[in-house]
């Protein structure tokens, strides 16, 4: 029961933070039509933090088809959300033009393809994609650590959040919540991965969501938006 319901929970939530993720799109995009906006359209966009995202996402639509039952709640928003996160990768590709920001989106274009080629081998590999993705995820936990770190970095240094979304950190977080309560409902044996990864994605958005405020009302902020002006 609790099984069922956390998972229907953790999906809307998922869908939820798509929307976040589709806001931080949607900024981008106004950046770029925006005539009398100052700066790149990704500007102060963590291109770790968001390559990070992606395999995150990645690793648990993997993970979701590699264990048994299949597990529908992880799988279908995680490819969603991949997607999604892709397109960002893109557009910084795009707007940025460095040969680091091909090699993400290019890399994350390969494994998208590679999970959805595992995805219709079936049971083929379902151990070995069990195994993959259980290393991938607890991987992705110490890169998101260390991806939000630099984002966090970024905005620190700046006293600014250029163009990091606001909705998209408050989005995740409810959905790092729910995962939290749907990897318990799982049971430690299957779930274990799923908590580490959201526990460490929901402390870190905690701390870009208090450096909004930050920004804001901080002098230091001020200060050194004016020396980067």
């Not at 890169?143 to 700046?158: D, E, P, T």
């Not at 991965?193 to 929901?202: D, E, M, N, R």
Request: proline residues 2%.
């Amino acid at each position: 029961m609790f099984y069922n319901l956390f998972g229907t929970i953790n999906t809307l939530f998922i869908f939820v933070s798509l929307y976040g993720v589709l806001s931080q799109l949607k900024t981008i995009f106004e950046r770029k039509q925006a005539a009398q906006s100052s700066g790149s359209p990704t500007a102060l966009l963590s291109l770790n933090q968001f390559s990070v995202s992606f395999l995150a996402y990645l690793s648990f639509f993997i993970y979701g088809y590699s264990i048994a039952p299949f597990n529908h709640y992880i799988v279908w928003p995680r490819l969603v959300a991949s997607l999604l996160v892709l397109g960002i990768l893109i557009e910084i590709w795009r707007d940025r033009k460095t040969h680091l920001a091909f090699i993400s989106m290019s890399l994350a274009c390969v494994c998208l393809l590679g999970s959805i080629l595992g995805l219709l081998l079936g049971d083929t590999f379902s151990d070995q994609g069990k195994f993959i993705s259980t290393v991938i995820i607890l991987l992705v936990s110490l890169l998101i650590a260390q991806g939000y770190a630099h984002q966090i970095y970024v905005i620190i240094r700046s006293g600014s959040t250029g163009a990091v979304d606001l909705k998209m950190s408050q989005f995740i977080l409810m959905m790092d919540v729910s995962t939290i309560a749907f990897a318990l409902s799982m049971g430690l044996n299957h779930g274990w991965p799923l908590l580490v990864l959201a526990i460490t994605s929901g402390i870190t958005k905690l701390i870009i969501m208090y450096l909004f405020r930050w920004v804001k009302l901080s002098s230091v902020a001020k200060a050194r938006r004016v020396k980067t002006c």
